[in-house]
Nanobody, 124 residues
Framework: QVQVVESGGGLVQAGGSLRLSCAAS????????MGWFRQAPGKEREFVAC????????AYADSVKGRFTISRDNAKNTVYLQMNSLKPEDTAVYYC?????????????????WGQGTQVTVSS
């Protein structure tokens, strides 16, 4: 059983940066596709970014492409999301998730474990 815990959220001004971390425990996630998702108040949870098992490929939502970077350190069983040039519309709870059944991509429907989320608030 994998547990993941997100950290690094907070309040930042527009144009600022934050780095989210997702620490996994219980078993290694080095063979799992991992991803970040977010949910703003009144909206559905949406895909932000995902990364393949070895970090060789990554995918991003159009809304964050060029501003966010997903990475992973399998030795530390940890996934990161570097968020630059933050905008007020990036305000949301950010969730880390993974799929034990895929090595390449993870979506809201294929993820089989989720963290509790970390709040990111971007002020204008």
């Amino acid at each position: 059983q994998v547990q993941v815990v997100e950290s690094g959220g907070g309040l930042v001004q527009a144009g600022g940066s934050l780095r989210l971390s997702c620490a996994a425990s219980g078993r290694t996630v080095s063979s799992h596709a991992m991803g970040w998702f977010r949910q703003a108040p009144g909206k559905e949870r949406e895909f932000v970014a995902c990364i393949s098992w070895n970090g060789g490929s990554a995918a991003y939502a159009d809304s964050v492409k060029g501003r966010f970077t997903i990475s992973r350190d399998n030795a530390k069983n940890t996934v990161y999301l570097q968020m630059n040039s933050l905008k007020p519309e990036d305000t949301a709870v950010y969730y880390c998730a993974g799929s034990a059944h895929s090595t390449v991509v993870v979506t809201t429907s294929t993820a089989n474990y989720w963290g509790q989320g970390t709040q990111v608030t971007v002020s204008s």
